[in-house]
């Protein structure tokens, strides 16, 4: 049973470009959400997606943006980025429609390592 | 104002001790569930175990049991028989469940714990 899923591992990337991620969720999970974790700190709610729409953003820019696709995998862009998005981004998912879902863990990927320069 | 809130940075502990990790936490949601999560230095967060505000008795999951005294909103994790392989960051977090969505979760800053021979 595969669980979450992540690619790159690691990335290097230049202030001002454009960088995308890419997340499969746990094998009957349909919702996936995206953190952000920088140095020292605990993870950071970016968004949520299920049924392919963005349902709950926390507080970040539009410069970060999201997609999922039919097959319930997501991809999480940011746009001219900032030394200050330095990161390990991680993905998690979990199920709908589970009684007792609101106990539910989120099951979290090994992440993306994302370094600015 | 700091939802989530460790205050120890870092922790040691001998093997085969036990150690508890503190975590208070703040909302004015009535129903919220508080997590503890395990994340070594591969960077996947590892869910440990699960309370939820309305449960009498307190969460235990092998070696892990919340301490919850919800008057004081404490969520303190208690690691039994500490090994080696539980050397890792740990963080608190926590799910409001009428403000929030069942993906969105707040992270403390975590602690640290590192267990010696």
């Known amino acids: 049973d595969a669980g979450v899923t992540q690619s790159p591992t690691h990335l290097i990337k230049t202030r001002g470009q454009q960088v995308t991620l890419r997340c499969s969720p746990k094998s009957g999970h349909d919702t996936v959400s995206w953190y952000q974790q920088a140095l020292g700190q605990g993870p950071q709610f970016i968004f949520q997606?299920?049924?392919?729409?963005?349902?709950q953003r926390g507080n970040f820019p539009d410069r970060f943006s999201g997609h999922q696709f039919p097959n319930y995998s997501s991809e999480l862009n940011v746009n001219a980025l900032l030394l200050g998005d330095s990161a390990l981004y991680l993905c998690?998912?979990?199920?709908?429609?589970?009684?007792?879902?609101?106990?539910?863990?989120?099951?979290f990927g090994n992440g993306t390592r994302l370094t600015v320069t | 104002a700091q939802k989530i809130t460790q205050t120890q940075p870092g922790m040691f502990v001998q093997e085969k001790e036990a150690v508890t990790l503190d975590c208070t936490y703040d909302?004015?949601?009535?129903?919220?569930?508080l997590f503890w999560y395990k994340q070594p230095s591969s960077g996947e967060m590892i869910f440990l175990i699960y309370?939820?505000?309305?449960?009498?008795q307190n969460a235990t999951e092998g070696r892990y049991s919340l301490n919850f005294q919800k008057a004081r909103k404490s969520a303190n994790l208690v690691i039994s028989a500490s090994q080696l392989g539980d050397s890792a960051m740990y963080f608190c977090a926590m799910r409001e469940l009428f403000t929030g969505t069942a993906s969105k979760l707040t992270f403390g800053t975590g602690t640290r714990l590192q267990v010696t021979l």
């Open positions: 998690a998912s979990r199920g709908r429609g589970q009684k007792g879902s609101y106990n539910s863990p989120l099951h």
């Open positions: 309370q939820g505000s309305y449960d009498q």
């Open positions: 909302t004015s949601d009535p129903s919220y569930g």
């Open positions: 997606y299920y049924e392919e729409e963005e349902r």
